[in-house]
């Protein structure tokens, strides 16, 4: 089974706080995501990878950047945290078209 | 704007009765969809897709059917039980202009199972 392990599950931080969120997944996957889950407004895509070193803007990649320096690790960095970043973030790998991803169990970002 | 849409954000149905979540699109080159489900505090798992040259797809008790020329596909659950219980989003692949191969969820949809 591919296993997607996000560093925390839970998470407080301080507005302006630059703020780091890890994922590792263990089975050579290109493909690795950034998405955060708000009520209503459904997963919405951050930032993607496809490939070390290579990264590309989702739907709302303002106020992230994302770092991929190794295949199996994909960091999503808040620059300046603001209290509208708090949210589920979930990370996921694969995307093999119709076998979709594996998805990390979520960070719950607040920020105060 | 919302190239996956799911209009109904819960549903309540009765247990051993069918499920029926619904999903339209607008991008005519999504090539898979897809259904996952996904329990509070959990990541969402994956449960069943389809490709866009097909009209159904089967997996147990779920089944996707894909309606193009509407731009509709739509997960029957059959028969419903309460473990199912959970929000089901509804997802859409395409290739990115960057290369990468990249899923447009929904909004979700709360199912509810009851006794």
């Known amino acids: 089974d591919v296993k997607v392990t996000q560093s925390s599950r839970y998470l407080v931080k301080r507005t302006g706080e630059k703020v780091f969120l890890e994922c590792v997944q263990d089975?050579?996957?290109?493909?690795m995501f950034w998405y955060r889950q708000d009520p209503g407004l459904g997963l919405r895509l951050i930032y993607f990878s496809y490939d070390v070193k290579m990264k590309e803007k989702g739907d709302i990649p303002e106020g992230y950047s994302v770092s991929r320096e190794k295949k199996e690790r994909f960091s999503l960095i808040l620059e300046s945290a603001s209290t509208n970043q708090t949210s589920m973030y979930l990370c996921a790998s694969g995307g093999t078209g119709g076998y979709g991803y594996t998805f990390g169990s979520g960070t719950r970002l607040t920020v105060v | 704007d919302q190239q996956v849409k799911q209009n109904s954000p819960s549903l309540s149905v009765q247990e051993g009765r069918i499920s029926i979540l619904n999903c339209d699109y607008t991008?005519?080159?999504?090539?898979?969809f897809l259904w996952y489900k996904k329990y509070p505090a959990e990541g969402p798992t994956f449960l069943i897709s389809?490709?866009?040259?097909?009209d159904k797809n089967e997996d147990g008790r779920f089944t996707v059917f894909l309606n193009k020329s509407a731009k509709h596909l739509s997960l029957h659950i059959v028969p419903s039980q309460p473990g199912d219980s959970a929000v089901y989003f509804c997802a859409a692949s395409a290739f990115s202009t960057g290369g990468g191969n990249k899923l447009t969820f929904g909004t979700g949809t709360q199912l509810k199972v009851e006794l």
């Open positions: 991008n005519s080159m999504f090539d898979y």
């Open positions: 389809i490709s866009s040259i097909k």
């Open positions: 089975m050579d996957h290109e493909n």
